[in-house]
């Protein structure tokens, strides 16, 4: 288990009726980095109920055993080393450069769909939003025909093809998931909303594992992330 598990990102995911986008492939680990393990363990609350139709997570079982394949990190031409080195976000280096960068993590496995969704083209049906847009629908019926003609162009075949699964569940259950592994969400067509609010923890520094100072997300100074363990937390 953890021994020093700290907090540094909550989110609400807005994942509404018709229009909720998709979330593409990839590994909490790649954003939330730590050293000299991975330490990431995701708890994804459904809010809402999560359907096939509305946007479930699609996860990869046993690719929680495979190593990170990229890291999404600072990129140290935009940021400078010494911004790098004491954790700021103010930019001392060229700012013409992209901040953010994505880097292959060493001895990884690529995978074709990584930061995409297996045999999909979202541009195919992205642009069919703009008849939600409208001022005026003709009826219900043609949207409901329209939804329905967009999901039935999403890949559930090429999902099931490279070994994804749906992960449906009801209104207040809890799914918890290490950094490693694979998973995605398809958009949301349907007429339901999908909430949910996700915790991300890792393992803190009191247990020997160091968050990354090349992360994207850093606190200001003297700021530490919400640390879980009461009894470390009361020693802070």
């Known amino acids: 288990g953890w021994k020093d598990p700290v907090v540094p990102q909550s989110m609400y995911i807005f994942k ?6 998709e979330v593409t492939s990839h ?3 790649t954003f939330l980095y730590t050293a000299p393990k991975q330490s990431c363990l995701g708890l994804w609350l459904a809010l809402d109920d999560a359907t ?4 479930c997570l699609w996860v990869r079982p046993k690719s929680h055993k495979e190593k990170v394949r990229r890291i999404f990190q600072r990129n140290i031409e935009y940021f400078g080393a010494d911004s790098i080195r004491c954790r700021s976000n103010v930019a001392r280096g060229d700012l013409t450069k992209s901040q953010m960068i994505f880097t292959n993590e060493v001895a990884s496995t690529p995978i074709p769909w990584d930061g995409k ?3 999909w083209n979202s541009s195919v049906t992205s642009n069919d939003n703009d008849i939600d847009n409208k001022e005026e629908e003709d009826d219900d019926d043609d949207d ?7 999901l039935s162009s999403l890949p559930w075949n090429s999902l099931f093809d490279a070994g994804f699964v749906p992960i449906e569940c009801k209104a207040g259950d809890l799914v918890v998931f290490p950094g490693e592994l694979d998973h995605l969400s398809l958009p949301n067509y349907s007429k ?10 890792v393992e803190g520094e009191r247990a020997g594992v160091n968050w990354s100072e090349m992360n994207w997300l850093q606190y200001p100074e ?3 992330f919400l640390r879980l363990n ?3 937390r009361s020693n802070s």
Not at 16 to 21: I, T
Not at 52 to 55: C, D, F, P, S
Not at 144 to 150: A, L, Q, R
Not at 192 to 201: D, E, G, K, V, Y
């Open 192 to 201: 339901h909303q999908r909430h949910t609010f996700q915790l991300h923890l």
């Open 52 to 55: 096939l139709t509305n946007g």
């Open 222 to 224: 003297g700021v530490p």
């Open 144 to 150: 409901d025909e329209n939804n329905d003609e967009k």
């Open 117 to 119: 969704i297996p045999g």
């Open 27 to 29: 590994q909490d680990s």
């Open 16 to 21: 509404q009726a018709h229009v909720g986008a």
């Open 230 to 232: 009461s009894k470390l």
